[in-house]
């Protein structure tokens, strides 16, 4: 299926590793030019490298904290200088620190509205006027937790469901001329999952990877984790014509993981 998206500009925040890279990568190769952001220099270097190896778009870096707003802003600009507009925003970040409720601090709740909410925020603040010209999408990826709840993860459980109602508020704001999905990942196999398969087969919990990994979907009705990558196709089509019809939608990407009914 052809997207429709070559020549778009798309600006995909905390896309050096995990999720918001393999976004960035499916951009790319339907031909999309990517704006690919990260704090760690050395990291989004090989992010970038990686994703020009399938890329039919240009392919950008630029380094920013999404917690300082100067960054935030900085970050809208360059997309906008290197490539003359910005048709879609996806906005990403990294977890809060996982605990139980009561071993939370204030500085815990802050830290972690200012990294989840409020660099959502700062984005769509920047990036709207540059959208509405033309027509543009914005895709929040945010947590399955948002849709049950996940015990130890009390931040996320509580925080992100902020981006929902945010991003349900611009699909009426913003419309017609943006549209505005949430995503809402379950467990797939990035770089975080592989590390704490390989620290549980390291301490003996799993005799190996393959193992760690089955039982890291058991009970998943696909019997399996995701892979990046299927993420990824599941926001660009976000991004395409091809979902045209498709605004203030929370969807899941989790093989039917979770229970709940909406």
């Not at 050096?16 to 393999?22: C, E, I, N, Q, W």
């Not at 990291?43 to 917690?67: H, P, S």
């Not at 984005?123 to 849709?147: C, F, M, W, Y």
């Not at 892979?227 to 899941?252: H, I, K, T, W």
Request: hydrophobic fraction near 35%.
């Amino acid at each position: 299926m052809d997207l429709g998206l070559d020549g778009n500009a798309a600006l995909v925040s905390a896309s050096s590793s995990g999720l918001g890279k393999a976004s960035a990568a499916t951009l790319a190769a339907e031909g999309a030019n990517v704006v690919v952001n990260g704090r760690d220099e050395e990291r989004l270097d090989a992010a970038v490298a990686e994703i020009r190896e399938t890329a039919t778009g240009e392919v950008v870096g630029v380094q920013g904290d999404l917690t300082d707003p100067d960054d935030v802003t900085a970050l809208v600009e360059r997309t906008v200088e290197e490539f003359g507009g910005l048709d879609h925003l996806v906005t990403s970040a990294g977890g809060p620190p996982s605990g139980p409720f009561l071993d939370t601090t204030d500085e815990d709740w802050y830290e972690t509205y200012d990294l989840l909410v409020m660099s959502v925020v700062r984005l769509v603040r920047e990036a709207a006027p540059h959208l509405q010209d033309g027509g543009g999408t914005i895709v929040n990826v945010t947590s399955g937790t948002v849709k049950e709840a996940i015990d130890g993860l009390v931040l996320s459980n509580s925080v992100r469901m902020a981006v929902v109602g945010l991003e349900k508020t611009l699909s009426e704001e913003l419309a017609p001329n943006v549209r505005a999905n949430t995503v809402l990942p379950g467990t797939h196999e990035t770089p975080r999952i592989e590390e704490l398969v390989e620290q549980g087969v390291e301490r003996g919990d799993y005799p190996d990877y393959e193992t760690g990994l089955e039982e890291w979907s058991a009970g998943n009705p696909a019997e399996r984790i995701g892979q990046p990558e299927e993420f990824g196709d599941v926001v660009a089509f976000l991004c395409s014509e091809r979902s045209s019809y498709v605004n203030g939608a929370a969807v899941p990407v989790d093989g039917g993981d979770h229970a709940s009914n909406l």
